[in-house]
């Protein structure tokens, strides 16, 4: 009979080795390892030089992370992406591997708090002085730009007075002074905008919003645009094929290597940004059928209230009952159909997503409108009242 190793050494290797399987798990598991082990010690050396595909060390790398990183780049449209324990650990230590001593930062006025402070505190400590300038005035940030500028910094949507940056004019006045424009994303996220397609050349999300969308994890995520090495941020060629220059994403995933800036919480956060997604539909679609109720004379409730049938007095066939405009559900899509006589034409308003509708008047004539998007656990309902300015009017054609 084959000697058993001792209780201990059972309780603590036994299990450890996933079986043999021609197959591999449809979700990506959790590599809970802060280590990696080699079955022959020269391949150690071999991974750490990128000559065999592998992982050594979490802090340096780690599968599950690699595939974080992978998927909001490809949500970001971005070239090298790195993920990091919190969102404030992706814009510090971003910041801090594209800055050093006697360098200069021009960044919004209104910046969420803690990078605020991390500006305003922490990098004079280092050497590194900020101006901060209202990012609407593109006259005030361009003429904050010094020789030694070397990045502008702001907030697609500003946490917390929801000011929108012009990111391609900002791009461009970074870019004309050598700089980088580095773009905290958090409040649009990549649904809504990807800075790099704007000119920016690093996209910042703090993945605990709505990355995740669940409240489970802290987390953040540095995506960068296509880096040329030897060409300024102007596009000009500074040092030729040969030069040794790290990329931003290089500087920025070596430090966070060296530090342990690194994310190291669970793979659940794809849902919030189908949620975010979801959201976006069933706003676009609750933005336009208040648009046009708002106007209506004439409104009736049909199919149990899934349908919602309007005119308006300035339309030419206004008087015809044979004429009407309605709002309806069809499949996935919310349709607006002109009626007149027989006929009917459709435009698809709402495409992809949209699963419920249901309307309503209440005795004062206001119209209640609901759309739901997406389904199950993820669905979002949004809900609106609009007062139609012209009822009331006949109650039926
Ligand atoms: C716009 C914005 N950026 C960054 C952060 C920091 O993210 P985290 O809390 O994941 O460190 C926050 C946090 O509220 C935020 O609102």
């Not at 502008?152 to 900002?170: G, R």
Request: a negative charge.
């Amino acid at each position: 009979m084959k000697k058993r190793t001792s209780m201990a050494t059972r309780a603590v290797h036994a299990g450890e080795k996933p079986p043999p399987s021609a197959t591999v798990p449809k979700v990506p598991p959790i590599y809970a390892s802060s280590v990696f082990t080699f079955d022959r010690l020269d391949r150690i050396d071999e991974v750490y030089e990128g000559k065999t595909p592998g992982y050594v060390y979490s802090r340096q790398g780690n599968p599950g992370i690699d595939l974080l990183e992978q998927a909001v780049c490809s949500l970001e449209c971005g070239s090298d992406g790195v993920a990091f324990a919190s969102g404030m650990a992706a814009i510090t230590c971003s910041v801090l591997a594209l800055v050093g001593s006697g360098d200069h930062v021009v960044a919004g006025r209104v910046l969420y708090g803690g990078t605020h402070t991390f500006f305003k505190d922490d990098l004079p400590k280092r050497g590194v002085e900020t101006t901060f300038v209202d990012m609407n005035d593109l006259e005030e940030v361009r003429s904050a730009m010094r020789p030694n500028t070397k990045l502008v910094y702001c907030e697609t949507i500003s946490n917390p007075l929801m000011e929108v940056a012009d990111l391609s004019a900002l791009a461009g006045i970074a870019h004309a002074a050598g700089a980088l424009l580095v773009v905290d994303n958090t409040f649009a996220s990549p649904v809504l905008c990807r800075p790099l397609e704007h000119g920016a050349d690093v996209s910042i999300n703090s993945a605990t919003k709505y990355l995740n969308g669940h409240s489970d994890i802290t987390g953040g995520v540095a995506v960068f645009a296509p880096y040329v090495a030897g060409v300024d941020a102007r596009g000009e060629d500074v040092g030729g094929s040969g030069s040794t220059e790290q990329s931003p994403a290089a500087k920025v995933r070596a430090l966070a290597a060296l530090y342990g800036f690194f994310f190291s919480g669970l793979f659940t956060w794809r849902k919030g940004v189908v949620r975010m997604d979801q959201q976006q539909s069933a706003r676009a679609a609750i933005d336009l059928v208040d648009r046009e109720l708002r106007f209506a004379d004439w409104v009736k409730i049909e199919s149990g209230g899934a349908e919602i049938r309007y005119k308006f007095s300035s339309d030419p066939y206004h008087e015809s009952e044979q004429y009407f405009r309605r709002f309806r559900l069809s499949g996935e899509q919310l349709l607006l159909e002109t009626v007149l006589g027989g006929s009917v034409s459709s435009s698809n308003v709402a495409a992809g997503g949209i699963s419920a509708v249901s309307f309503e008047i209440d005795g004062s004539n206001n119209v209640h409108i609901s759309i739901t998007a997406g389904s199950g656990e993820g669905a979002v309902t949004l809900q609106s009242s609009v007062r139609p300015r012209n009822l009331p009017k006949p109650a039926s054609p």
